[in-house]
């Protein structure tokens, strides 16, 4: 049996330094609009570390510059933060250093700056050679950490976000000016903290998820590496928040814990919310999982993981209706982030198999006009980030950019998923979290 935990093994397994690489072999025909870096952030403990839980690696970026239909370099950097160099995240007087957090879970442009986020730390800028700045709070103006899923607003280009704290207040949100400016903070009443990974926008509201898994400070003082744990005494809601100003509505719904949303819209004065829904028994399964020495991926396609779920809310009458729109187990989700906030046609996620005999893993893409589904079978796919093709009339002219394998950086139509080209990687990239497309314009 082998005793290293799963996040040290495996297609998890850690690379143990920096490199670069140019002139990288491409196989088809990259497109030559697509000319900008495709960075994915994700935990990378240095060699010889044990950090206790995938989720608390350091964060190390992938970056492959790609121009005028070549791919001109890759490049991987740890993300400089204190924790990287050791300092403790939990000061001796339980206070907390939002500097000392590893910022592995997401890379996302706004202004003219690259941040890479966690959700329990401030964002750390980058540069777009992947070279650590240091912490940004905005001038002194952000004092809770800032979720790995921030929304900006296609329209007025603001960047919203919000901090969960281990303390009072449990829950700040936040809101960047298009130029980077913190312009609004307010504190979110909720009864505790829990960990809120994610949330959505609408074009006039902000909807908030607040479900059963919470901080637990036993945990935190017994040395736990990720001191949460399910509670059903807690309940599951979900609350929708006018952006102008105002309270939170909050409506009831069946116990589940939901890492990812595909997106949200409003429809006749309804919000709809679509995500990646995890029932208590299949939460349960793979947070064991992904704590403990089994293997992650069994998950991203077997019997307990998640499943595409919407959520429609009437403030009129503060109904909730749920439906689940597909049974396949998928996680990841994302779309045309032109249509952050608005209605949407099609999602993007990660699969289990197309079929029992095929690869392990797939792309999926969901119409969610008509309710049909269409898979590519991919070895281990990261998430697919979506590009828009320049001057696109359909929502889905585009391309989908794929870490697949470790081993190469896949391009799909977004259409059909049909394979354009696949850039080879220099060596094996572990498989992370989220990732972002930075075109150079």
Known sequence: MNAQPAWLDGHLAPVPDEIDAVDLAVTGTLPPELTGRFFRNGPNPAPGQNTGHWFTGPGMIH???????????????????????????????????????????????????????????????????????????????????????PKQDPVTGELLFFGYGFLPPYLTYHRLSADGELVESREIAVPGPTMMHDFAITEHHVVWLDLPVVFDLDLALNGAAMPFRWDDGYGARIGVMPRAGGDVQWFDVDPCYVFHVGNAHERDGRIVLDGARYLPGAFADVWATIGGTADPARHIGGAGGATLHRWTFDPATGKTTEESLDDRTIEFPTHDDARTGREHRYLYTVGGAVDRNGTPGSIVKYDLATGGAIAVAAQTPGE??????????????????????GTELAVL???DLRRVASVALPRRVPAGFHGNWIPDA
């Open 63 to 149: 970056g492959i510059r790609l121009r005028d239909g070549r791919a001109e370099w890759y490049r991987n950097r740890w993300v400089k933060t204190a924790a990287l160099a050791g300092a403790p995240f939990v000061r001796p007087d339980f206070t907390f250093d939002l500097t000392a957090v590893p910022a592995n879970t997401h890379v996302v442009p706004h202004g003219d700056k690259i941040y890479a986020l966690v959700e329990a730390g401030l964002p750390y800028e980058v540069t777009p050679e992947l070279d650590t700045v240091g912490p940004c709070d905005f001038g002194g103006r952000l004092t809770t950490a800032m979720t790995a899923h």
């Open 384 to 405: 697919a980030v979506f590009v828009p093709a320049p001057g696109a009339r359909a929502e889905d002219e585009g391309w989908l950019l794929a870490l697949v394998g």
């Open 413 to 415: 139509d977004a259409t």
